[in-house]
C-alpha cells in the first residue's frame, strides 16, 4: 500500500517491516498500553460519541488524582517563594522546609488511598517521584533541581514516541486500537494509520515543549516560572491533548463501529 507521496505504507500481512514474532510483541505491548488506559478512563473517552467533563475528569485522575499531582508541586513553590521573596531567607534555608512542605503532603494523599482502600498506584508513584526529587534537590542544595526528574521524564517518553514512529508502529495507534477493539488492523487503513502518526507526534509534541519552556528556566535558576509552568503544562496540557486526541478518534473511527464495540 502506498500513501500519496509515494512512501510505502507498512502492511502487516506483507511481512515487510518486521516479522511475525515481532507484530506479536507489538500486540502485546498494545494490550498492555490499553488495559492501562482503560484503567484510567481513556477507555471510555475513546469511544465516548459526546465528549462529558466526567468522563475527561477520570481520564486524567478524577479530582483526587489532579490534586495528587498539583498539590505537592504548588505547595512546594508556594512555601519556597513566600520564604525567599517575602520572609527573606536564604534559598538554601528555604528549601528544607518547602521539601517538607512537599513530601508531608504526598504522603498524605498516599495514606489517604490505603485507608480509604482505594488504588494507591498513582498516589504511591507521586509519592517515590516527589521523595527522588526531593532527595535530589537536598543533595544539590538548589531548589531548582526539585523538578530534575521530571526532565528525564518527558524526554524519555518523547524518544519512546519517535523510536515508534522511525520502526512504524506509533505508539499512540497501539493504544488506540486496542481501546477501539481494532487491535493493529489500523496499520492497513491508509487514513487511520496517517492519523496515529500525527497523534504520536502531537503527544512528542506535548513532552518537547515542557522541556523547551522549562529547561530554560532551569538554567537560568528562576524556581518560580520553572515552577509555575511545571503547574500549567501538566494537568492542563494534558488535558487539552487528550480533548484533540479524541477528536482525531472520533473522526477516524465512524460512529457506527464504535457504538459495536
Known amino acids: 500500500m502506498t500513501h500519496p507521496t509515494g ?19 507489538s500486540g502485546e505491548f498494545g494490550r498492555a498500553f490499553a488495559a492501562a488506559a482503560e484503567k484510567s478512563g481513556l477507555g471510555a473517552l475513546a469511544r465516548d460519541e459526546k465528549l462529558s467533563g466526567r468522563d475527561l475528569l477520570v481520564a486524567v485522575g478524577g479530582v483526587r488524582g489532579i490534586l495528587e499531582a498539583l498539590l505537592p508541586g504548588l505547595v512546594f513553590l508556594v512555601v519556597y517563594s513566600s ?41 504511591i508513584a507521586g509519592l517515590i517521584g516527589v521523595l527522588a526529587s526531593a532527595a535530589l534537590a537536598l543533595w544539590t542544595g538548589r531548589a531548582e533541581d526539585n523538578y530534575v526528574l521530571g526532565f528525564f521524564t518527558n524526554a524519555a517518553y518523547a524518544l519512546a ?34 492519523a496515529m502518526q500525527f497523534l504520536t507526534l502531537v503527544w512528542i509534541g506535548l513532552f518537547v515543549a515542557r522541556l523547551a519552556v522549562q529547561l ?30 479524541w477528536l482525531v478518534v472520533r473522526a477516524v473511527y465512524p460512529s457506527s463501529a464504535r457504538s459495536g464495540e
Open 7 to 25: 512512501a510505502e505504507h507498512p502492511d502487516p500481512d506483507n511481512g515487510q517491516d518486521a516479522s511475525g514474532e515481532s507484530r506479536t510483541d
Open 161 to 194: 514516541l519517535l523510536i515508534s514512529l522511525f520502526v512504524k508502529w506509533p505508539a499512540i495507534g497501539l493504544i488506540v486500537g486496542f481501546l477501539m477493539g481494532d487491535g493493529v488492523a489500523w496499520r492497513n487503513d491508509r487514513r487511520k494509520y496517517r
Open 216 to 245: 530554560p528556566f532551569y538554567f537560568a535558576g528562576n524556581v518560580e516560572a520553572l515552577g509555575a509552568f511545571r503547574l500549567l503544562m501538566g494537568v492542563p496540557l494534558y488535558a487539552l491533548v487528550l480533548v484533540f486526541s
Open 83 to 123: 520564604l525567599t521573596s517575602f520572609a527573606g531567607q536564604d534559598p538554601q534555608a528555604a528549601l528544607v522546609p518547602a521539601l517538607i512542605a512537599s513530601v508531608g503532603l504526598a504522603v498524605v494523599f498516599t495514606v489517604v488511598r490505603v485507608a480509604t482502600k482505594g488504588q494507591p498506584t498513582q498516589a
